[in-house]
């Protein structure tokens, strides 16, 4: 089974610009969170999508958006980019198939640059 | 506010000898607890877990251990080998792990010198 991918794997932007990341889960599974990976503040949620629906969500400002489509396929979005946006961006995929813990599995992650 | 806390940036240690890595937690509503490690270039990958009913749980090489009344965790890798070098993360949830939203600590550099 293919695991999660992310693309594009790198990126460079500029102050101001916007830009769109996107992530395929594992086959069949239906949960989408996206997290932020910068050196000082580690890993830090962003958001979750199950079934197209945002369920949860980190503290991270407006400009931080996302979607997910039916076929769980999920796309992040940051508008009006700043310095600070600078990181590795991480998506994970999740079954959920009851009421067991089922593992995130981590795709490799897209690396931002905002100059 | 940082709710996990790992406070050993690094931390090196001799092929075949114990490693311990610690983390430390804040909010006691935290009631399941992962350890994550992750290769340069690569995301993060589940190593093992536990909930906050146990105090310990064993994987092979890698134990958790879990002290909540310290509100504290570590995670043992005996024997250490030299493919075990990697960044490692703590991660905390609340609802029993039901859930995407992990809090993840800064985490740990391992390097298992030859």
């Known amino acids: 089974k293919a695991g999660v991918t992310q693309t594009p794997r790198y990126l460079i932007k500029t102050r101001g610009q916007q830009v769109t990341l996107s992530c395929s889960p594992i086959s069949g599974h239906r949960s989408v969170s996206w997290y932020q990976q910068t050196p000082g503040q580690g890993l830090q949620f962003l958001f979750e999508y199950f079934s197209e629906t945002q369920r949860n969500k980190g503290n991270f400002p407006g400009r931080f958006s996302g979607r997910q489509f039916s076929n769980s396929r999920s796309e992040m979005n940051v508008s009006t980019l700043e310095l600070g946006d600078s990181a590795l961006y991480l998506c994970?995929?999740?079954?959920?198939?009851?009421?067991?813990?089922?593992?995130?599995?981590f795709g490799p992650g897209t690396r931002l640059l905002v100059l | 506010d940082q709710q996990v806390k790992q406070n050993s940036p690094s931390l090196s240690v001799q092929e075949g000898r114990i490693s311990i890595l610690n983390c430390d937690y804040t909010?006691?509503?935290?009631?399941?607890f992962l350890w994550y490690k992750k290769y340069p270039a690569e995301g993060p990958t589940f190593l093992i877990s536990?909930?906050?009913?146990?105090d310990k749980n064993e994987d092979g090489r890698f134990t958790v251990f879990l002290n909540k009344s310290a509100k504290h965790l570590s995670l043992h890798i005996v024997p250490s080998q030299p493919g075990d070098s990697a960044v490692y993360f703590c991660?905390?949830?609340?609802?029993?792990?039901?859930?995407?939203?992990?809090?993840f600590g800064t985490g740990t550099l391992l390097a298992v010198q030859p």
């Open positions: 991660a905390a949830s609340v609802e029993g792990g039901a859930t995407n939203k992990l809090i």
């Open positions: 536990i909930s906050s009913i146990k």
């Open positions: 909010n006691s509503m935290f009631d399941y």
């Open positions: 994970a995929s999740r079954q959920i198939i009851g009421t067991g813990v089922e593992t995130q599995y």
